[in-house]
Structure formats: C-alpha cells, structure tokens
C-alpha cells in the first residue's frame, strides 16, 4: 500500500520557517515527479512547489517563489519543502503529493495530475 506521510507543520510567527518532509512508502518515487499543494479553509487545494525525477527541474507558485524551496532526496524516498519568510497567508493545510507515471513533467503542477496524497500537515503562520 503506498502511503505519503507528511510532517514538519504548526505554529509559528510571520516572518519564521518550517521545513515540511514527505515520507514515502509501499513503492519507490525515484522516477516519479512530486509535489505540494495546499488548502485554506473555504478555498480550492492550489499548487505550491513541484520537482522532476532527478531534482533538476523545480516549479513554484508566484506567491511562494523566492521564499519556498523544494527538494527531494531519493534515497529516503523523501521529498521536502523549505518555507522561510512565512506569512499569514501561508496558513493551510499543506499536502504531499506524487505522479504515478515515470519521467514526465505534465500536469505535474495541477491538483488532477497527481496520482497520490498525503493526508496534509497544518501550518497555521500568526501575525
């Protein structure tokens, strides 16, 4: 059974950091794109940070680039999400999520081009 465990959320001042971790299990995503989204209570899930197979390629949202990074360490099957310079707005429950299909990049940054999910982290910024 595969599973994306998320972790790493909670609560912290605007302007802080977290570093959210994705753990994967029951097969292994080293071929696979991945990524984060996140959902604000009364809003759509939206597409956070995304990156390929290799780690070479990395997509972001207009209003997380230059504040958010993603990595991913395929050996531990892990995919992470640096947040700095964390906002109010960035307050959501923010989701892991994974492709099935191997070294392809489409629809790798909507909601309906990913196969699997997590079961979110929340991260709730105060002003």
């Known amino acids: 059974q595969v599973q994306l465990v998320e972790s790493g959320g909670g609560l912290v001042q605007a302007g802080g950091s977290l570093r959210l971790s994705c753990a994967a299990s029951g097969r292994t995503f080293s071929s696979n794109g991945m990524g984060w989204f996140r959902q604000a209570p009364g809003k759509e899930r939206e597409f956070v940070a995304a990156?390929?197979?290799?780690?070479?390629?990395?997509y972001y949202a207009g209003s997380v680039k230059g504040r958010f990074t993603i990595s991913r360490d395929n050996a531990k099957n892990t995919v992470y999400l640096q947040m700095n310079s964390l906002k109010p707005e960035d307050t959501a429950v923010y989701y892991c999520?994974?492709?099935?299909?191997?070294?392809?990049?489409?629809?790798?940054?909507?909601?309906?081009?990913?196969?699997?999910w997590g079961k979110g982290t929340l991260v709730t910024v105060s002003s």
């Open positions: 999520a994974a492709q099935s299909r191997s070294y392809t990049t489409v629809r790798l940054t909507t909601p309906g081009g990913m196969d699997y």
């Open positions: 990156i390929d197979w290799s780690g070479d390629s990395t």
